[in-house]
């Protein structure tokens, strides 16, 4: 395996790309808790409307991460871009899809007061909003444990390769994490009653996602000290991933959902860290004997062109970063049930310039 001995432009790139997904999973995991969890959170419509009004106006700009992150992966790394993506192919698709399914759902939810067409939308969004971190999940604990590569360095196998039960248990560790996650966000950012039942749906939600995060961080470590080129930060990531997640539970019971979500969000981006630390300089490990694993220096494109793409990132990943810290502090209300009982929708602006139409138009909970 080609190694380096010092910090080049091949790790700078793959320590971006980890800090890309790393951004990912921390913005967008909590959006996908509260997708997964509003419908049963709220009880009627008002409720609900409040509970996905705390994401609507900047989940968008949450995509943007994975979507620099894929570009940065083919623009830095083509050789590890073309292995995964083709490799993969079948599961990529379905996140794609999900990604699609739940971005309209928050979109055209609250775009039409039929109780028929809300009840749609509010059976898509879990499922997708369950789908997409379970099967990032299943693609990062495959690609970091091993899968059969030939010498050309292409995935052999089928997509079979990827459902192991480390991966698989990932996956559902996501899914419960980022659900804890998300409810402990909505109790930060909502009011009345629905503070306090968010509060309570994440003490219900932590045993089961402390289960699963320390069998998920246990096996990682066993498997890290046997494959990993450098276990010790490691095994120094994933030792402060357990205290900091461990903190969540007795937090949110002391009435403290600020501190509890501060400490999910240090334990996603500690345990994503650990993932791509176990990984380095290997970008995807091949579990065929004779076949070597694809690295950073084997897969990267070459010296200008990460040179050219440094200066850019250098100018322009400031003022994202600047713009996500403004878009967060700008929608930062609190909101609760009484700030939803009688929005007007877009077709009521319409309509209610036609002769008998009511001003403020129908409440959005009628239906319900």
């Known amino acids: 395996m080609e190694t380096a001995g010092h910090f080049d432009l091949q790790t700078l790139w793959f320590a971006l790309i980890a800090i890309l997904w790393t951004g990912f999973f921390l913005l967008d995991g909590f959006d996908f808790g509260v997708g997964m969890l509003y419908p049963f959170l709220g009880r009627d419509d008002p409720e609900r409307h409040a509970l996905l009004a705390t994401i609507l106006p900047v989940w968008d700009s949450y995509e943007v991460w994975i979507i620099v992150a894929g570009g940065a992966t083919f623009a830095a790394f083509p050789g590890w871009y ?149 276990p010790t930060p490691v095994y120094v990531l994933l030792g402060l991933s357990l205290p900091a997640a461990a903190a969540s539970g007795p937090l949110a019971l002391l009435k403290r959902p ?39 220096y084997g897969t990267a494109s070459n010296h200008y062109s990460l040179v050219a793409m440094t200066i850019i990132a250098a100018v322009f990943v400031p003022v994202v970063l600047v713009y996500q810290v403004w878009a967060l502090w700008v929608f930062r209300a609190r909101l609760s049930r009484e700030d939803f009982a009688r929005p007007p929708t877009p077709l009521h602006m319409i309509t209610a310039k036609r002769p008998g139409s009511s001003p403020g138009g129908a409440a959005a909970g009628d239906g319900e």
């Open 82 to 230: 073309a292995s995964m993506f083709s490799g993969f192919y079948l599961v990529f698709f379905g996140i794609l899809l999900a990604l699609i399914v739940r971005g309209v759902a928050i979109e055209y939810r609250n775009k039409h007061d039929s109780a028929s067409w809300r009840r749609r939308w509010d059976v898509a969004m879990p499922i997708s909003s369950a789908a997409i971190p379970f099967l990032l999940g299943v693609v990062f604990a495959t690609i970091t444990r091993g899968v059969p590569l030939d010498p050309r360095g292409d995935v052999t196998g089928g997509q079979g390769v990827l459902f192991s039960g480390y991966s698989v248990l990932a996956g559902f560790t996501l899914v419960a994490a980022f659900a804890l996650h998300g409810a402990l966000f909505l109790a930060v950012r909502t009011r009345d009653g629905l503070e306090e039942r968010a509060r309570g749906f994440a003490l219900a939600l932590y045993p089961v996602a402390a289960v699963l995060l320390i069998v998920f961080t246990v096996w990682t470590a066993v498997q890290a000290s046997s494959s990993a080129p450098y």
């Open 258 to 296: 600020l501190a509890a979500f501060a400490g999910t969000s240090a334990a996603t981006v500690l345990l994503v860290a650990a993932l791509f630390a176990r990984l380095y300089p290997r970008v995807m490990v091949s579990s065929t004997a004779g076949s070597p694993s694809l690295t950073v």
